[in-house]
T-cell receptor, first 109, second 114 residues
């Protein structure tokens, strides 16, 4: 299967700081998504981004498919941004979706 | 997007018993997926459920332990059988929407086995 590596595993920020989360993957992908898992366990879709750049408010993401990595940018972080951020990819045989190990973010007031 | 509901949202069960988790989607979807998330871990795919055929299980998961039903295009169940404390996890169902090529997840079922 496709290997997905996320870094850093843990991140502590002061409110208002910016951060970059990274996702590396081992093969060509047809799907790449970023999720935020809130403290109640709900997975929130942030971006569907197999290539290119997207922005949504304070969040943006960039995927460079030829180099097999994706970046999630969080600007002006807020305490509500705390939680675990997962990157997940799907290959061209879209029967499987591979998750990275996640980045646990703690934003302190 | 898709609206996905799961029942129950959480449960506490005794070892040796079984629990059936339901997943309902507000639109017809071809493929539904069941995941397990053990405490502090990432998500692991248990199986893929297609309507009208048997589920396809990932390595390490077997039908006797995790039987799955998929009676129609909007509904699926996952049963966790003969539970042990090691089965304590969040169980999530997801669907992929062909029009979006994007996966959406249900709210999860938080299971504790004593």
């Amino acid at each position: 299967g496709i290997q997905v590596e996320q870094s850093p595993p843990d991140l502590i920020l002061q409110e208002g700081a910016n951060s970059t989360l990274r996702c590396n993957f081992s093969d060509s992908v047809n799907n790449l998504q970023w999720f935020h898992q809130n403290p109640w366990g709900q997975l929130i879709n942030l971006f569907y981004i197999p290539s290119g750049t997207k922005q949504n408010g304070r969040l943006s993401a960039t995927t460079v498919a030829t180099e097999r990595y994706s970046l999630l940018y969080i600007s002006s972080s807020q305490t509500t941004d705390s939680g675990v951020y997962f990157c997940a990819v799907g290959g061209y045989n879209f029967n499987k979706f591979y998750f990275g190990s996640g980045t646990k973010l703690n934003v302190k007031p | 997007s898709a609206v996905i509901s799961q029942k129950p949202s959480r449960d506490i069960c005794q070892r040796g018993t079984s629990l059936t988790i339901q997943c309902q989607v507000d639109s017809q979807v071809t493929m539904m997926f069941w995941y397990r998330q053990q405490p502090g871990q990432s998500l692991t795919l248990i199986a893929t459920a297609n309507q009208g055929s048997e589920a396809t299980y990932e390595s390490g998961f077997v039908i006797d332990k995790f039987p799955i039903s998929r009676p129609n295009l909007t509904f699926s169940t996952l049963t966790v059988s003969n539970m042990s404390p090691e089965d304590s996890s969040i169980y999530l169902c997801s669907v992929d929407l062909a029009a979006y090529n994007e996966q959406f997840f249900g709210p999860g079922t938080r299971l504790t086995v004593l």
